[in-house]
């Protein structure tokens, strides 16, 4: 069985993110995302731009599905994050974001069989299980 290549650009990126932000009830992504100037995807991160501030997101691990634990190192100030506006399947501390996504049936039978951010582009490698 063949893989499926899943490539996302930056400025493919930027709109997701900006549509998911703008339909989103949680108002820290928001605050966040409202002010983006700038991303870029190189060498397994995704660095963004916000006013004159610069942060990063940068992959730990991924789970062998689609659902599961994806873990980042980040440096995004979460002092400024009120903690009861993050939803449950997030977790997030100084140094780390994750991000835990329930299964369902489609997404606990699609594997990750590489994850990576290079060039510009993050690129999702899919099987089944």
């Not at 499926?4 to 992504?29: G, M, P, Q, R, W």
């Amino acid at each position: 069985m063949k893989n499926t290549v899943l490539e996302i650009d930056s400025e493919i990126a930027k709109e997701l993110l900006l549509v998911l932000v703008k339909n989103s009830k949680f108002h820290f992504l928001k605050r966040i995302f409202d002010h983006i100037s700038d991303i870029k995807f190189d060498n397994n991160e995704i660095r963004f731009k916000v006013l004159m501030f610069k942060y990063f997101l940068k992959i730990k691990t991924y789970p062998k599905t689609l659902s599961g634990k994806y873990e980042f190192l980040h440096n995004i100030p979460t002092k400024m994050i009120k903690k009861d506006e993050i939803p449950d399947f997030i977790e997030l501390d100084e140094k780390k974001l994750v991000i835990d996504f329930p299964p369902n049936p489609i997404t606990k039978n699609i594997s990750i069989d590489e994850l990576k951010i290079e060039n510009g582009k993050l690129v999702l490698i899919l099987g089944l299980v």
